[in-house]
């Protein structure tokens, strides 16, 4: 069990120097710089093509953020959830409303793309199917062409009810491998600046939301004993991989102090050169990325 609990917000602002457990996702979405990100990424990059595509995709979420907001019974429901013991949104025990699917129609009518036209034609009840394998981590159920539009949609469902949750992380102890409010996987951790600077954050692929964990331990096995970073840079290396010889993981840790134009996702796609050296020495991705599906 996850040793960060969501519970109902209490008053009072956090202390001075303490360190906050969850960061919840912006109700107002950070898609743009997310797309302008990969806009820039792409200029001169040898997936150039694939990355001006995503960014795309990922204005058209922020264009159904804007236009599709939770239905008020969505809302009104949060509150409950913060009454049992796990994470509130559960990516394996939530029920899902047909709001998800609503979004990932809204998809189809922005984007012109064949996969998602094929897409659209399954009835409910195997878009349902896909959704549970991928949130189930089998992501070799589902094609990888389909698998991009059906989490572009589940992860915009999701950060909206991680927006919206009326609650705060509270810490007691360890156990910090999956997101505290969706029960996902991060994608990559940074290493914060500004109020939380040096403090290390992992990213929901999921949800959004970021959650407290601490430096130089593992974010799959937890172990502190056989770690290693790896770099195709210099030190000041804006990205590296961090391996554990334990649980033979990896997973990326980002340095926004090193280029303040950083975004976790939008570099983590542009930085596959990096996963292929590291997965050469034997280490397998703890983490998925939201843009780049298996199978």
Known sequence: MNSIRMTPLEGGQAAVGEIIPVLLPFPGGDYLRRAARLRVLAVGHPMAGYLDFVAG????????????????ALLAGLPALLDSDGAPLDCQRHVRHPHW????????????????????????WRLEAYADSLL????????????????????????????????????????????????SVPVASSIQTGAQAGLRYLHCGL??????????????????????????????????????????????VFYPEHDRELEVLADDLATLGLDAEVER????????????FPG
């Open 57 to 72: 995709l990922v204005e058209t979420q922020q264009y159904l953020l804007q236009r599709m907001p939770l239905p008020p």
């Open 101 to 124: 699917r609503a979004l990932l129609r809204g998809l189809g009518e922005t984007i012109e793309h064949a996969v998602l036209e094929d897409l659209l034609a399954e009835e409910d």
């Open 136 to 183: 189930r981590g089998d992501y070799h159920q589902v094609n990888s062409g389909e698998a991009l539009f059906v989490w572009a949609a589940l992860s915009l469902y999701f950060s909206q009810l991680a927006a919206h949750l009326p609650a705060a992380g509270k810490a007691h102890g360890e156990g910090r491998q999956h997101c505290p409010v969706c029960n």
């Open 281 to 292: 020495e034997g280490f397998g991705r703890s983490g998925v990325s939201p843009f780049l």
């Open 207 to 252: 949800c959004e939301s970021r959650w407290h964990m601490v430096r130089v331990k593992c974010s799959n096995c937890e172990g502190t004993g056989a770690l290693d970073y790896w770099s195709l840079d210099s030190e000041r290396a804006v990205v590296k991989a961090e391996s554990c010889g334990e649980c033979e993981s990896y997973l990326k």
